[in-house]
């Protein structure tokens, strides 16, 4: 992977202290990154999930989107997700897909970490 | 470090301007200074990209000499080979002789190069450490390194004029060939002889590209470098110069059996070899490298660093990426060029239609396509998803709709980036020409220039930090290290 996303995946990892990083290189210096065990609240059961997305080749400079979390997770008052969460396949496995593009991604100051925080906070707050 | 000869400098105007006007103020005196250059080696040469020049300032860091007649402090030399060593740079000292278009070193400053450079290369960590003596209109340089001292053999300006400084004036350029007759009553033999010289790369020889492609072919251009990955289709031509229905197989792919069109795609000749049949015909002693290869890939991209011009006509939000990272980083000038015809979503009416042609410069405020905000951040990760995934996604447009493309606007842009280039390396640009982004709008028949932007922290052009600025081979160009195509 590119030195940039190395850092990128330090950074998660500083981020998240408490969770699980797995980061899984796709051959063209990008990578697949997977954070287990993230807290999304009581709104959700189960509470804690894995969040995964791609980091592309061309990070920092291309935004970090969609991500993905476990199908299974369910809303505790029997609602359905909201907009913006739709069940998918990616990468031949059924998830929840989280579409949330920065449109004003800053290549300069943006990173996958703080990108990953907004979105799980963005799905708690659902 | 294994270094490739000739090794030439490369500085932007910016810059250039500014160590002119330092060395240079009118007092016939000797000033100095340091440039910070990063450091690319081809079968080309090495060229060294100034990144950054730091003014030594007189009577503090440029001082009365005890064995020549000035010379840098200690402190100030000490301070920037840090400086360069930290960033992977190669450091250059510069300092100025009277004169106007021959130089040279003295018997004083090459036994200072002695005395100093073998520990500075040690600072640098075996990067080249040298020395340049500039007259108003002539450079000299000592190149230190690993492998032997070697003489500089230019020094190249990048700006609205494009053009080469050297020790001593060159001899008079050869008569250029008749065809070019016409030619030279505008630039003379000179300029056909600098348009010989160039090799440049045309990234995507569709449209635009098969224009460009016959057209620097026509005007002498001595080496093009073609770089697509497609084959030619029925569809093209109405618009790739040169193409016929041999090259596209049209018998085979108009067939109505699947697996004879299959064969006919599979089979049709590559767009980069018309682009050379062309080339050939238009001019039977250039240099031409047809290159099946998509400029995403590492390798691809890596061709084009040694040009000395760039065109993308391939319009991609990450082609345009490697393009303005090729441009920043190694320090070529550019032209991205491009036609859109726009859409109705639903009623399909046209509402737009429109070309671009992007001069880039290197440098901040040059016309940077990230400044310009021409790679919007989203649209790269759009196109970077697996065509699978962006089903998946739903981000995928129709795929059995293509943009709709004609020859006709394609000359709009192709023809202004041709003539810019021209008009760059025969300096024939006035002082005051507009070089930023145009855009024609062919509807309302009406020419817009685009206002420079310039984003203080960008991460191609800026002179911050992180910025991929002149660094040439030590960082990496946002590219695949798979084949994408």
Redo the contacts between chains.
Sequence with gaps: M??EIAIAVDEIRQAFPNCSVNAEED????CYVTVSGVDIGARYTPHNASFSF?I???Y???????HYTDVGIKRVDGGGHGGGVGQ???REKTVL?L?R???R?N???DTAAIKLAKVVEWFKNL | MKITLPISVTIDEALFTKLQAHLFPGDHDEHGAVIAAGIVQTKRGTRLLAREVFLANDGIDYVLGTRGYRALTAQFVAEKADYCSEEKLCYLAVHCHGGIDAVGFSPDDLASHQRGYPALLDITNGLPVGALVFAKQAVAGEIWTTNGVFPLAKMRVVGRRIFDLYASPKSAPKKADRIYERNTRLFGDIGQEILGGLKVVIIGLGGGGSLLNEWLSRLGVGHIVAIDFDRVDITNLSRIVGATRWDALSLLTGSRWKLLQKIGKRFAARKVHVARRVARVANRSIVYDAVVGDILDESTALMARDADFIFLASDSI?SR?VFNALVQQYLIPGIQVGAKISSDKWTREITDIFTTTRLVLPGSGRGCL?CAGA?P??R??EE??AEE?KR??AYVDDPEISEPSVITLNVLSAGQAATDLMMLFTGLFDDHADLGHIMNFARERKLEYVGQSV?Q???DCSS?K?SRRGRGDSV?L?????T?C
């Design positions: 590119t030195s051959g063209q210096g990008g791609h592309g080749f061309q920092p400079r291309a935004d970090v989107y969609p998918v396949i990616w897909q579409s593009r920065s449109n991604w290549p300069a100051s | 990450r990426l990230d790679i951040p989203s790269l990760r970077g998803v995934e998946a996604q984003n922290h960008c991460l911050t992180r990496r946002a590219v695949s290290r798979q994408v």
